[in-house]
């Protein structure tokens, strides 16, 4: 039962992190599309406007846990590499 529910927890915590991972891909990759598109050739306010976009693009959205880390799949393997160390830890003690 217990073995059953870490391995759910574990699941429910990597799709989360995948879709987070997913989110700051995509949005960094929103900077590189604007800049790459042929803005100087578009009219004024369409220039102004991407420039709104480049400036705001530059910080890529992200998923915060409880305001303590970044949800993503690097912070993932962090989180289960630091998990399975403590639990060899309370092993060696038996």
């Known amino acids: 039962m217990c073995i059953m529910f870490i391995c759910g927890q574990l699941t429910h915590l990597f799709f989360l992190s995948l879709m987070a991972q ?25 220039q102004k406007d991407i420039v709104l976009i480049l400036m705001r693009s530059r910080k890529p959205c992200k998923i915060m846990a409880g ?26 003690f038996r």
């Open 22 to 46: 997913y989110l700051l891909d995509q949005s960094s990759s929103v900077h590189e599309s604007t800049y790459s598109c042929f803005w100087y050739n578009m009219p004024i306010q369409i």
């Open 67 to 92: 305001k303590l880390f970044v949800m993503s799949l690097e912070n993932f393997c962090t989180i289960v590499q630091t998990a399975m160390s403590y639990f060899t830890v309370l092993a060696s």
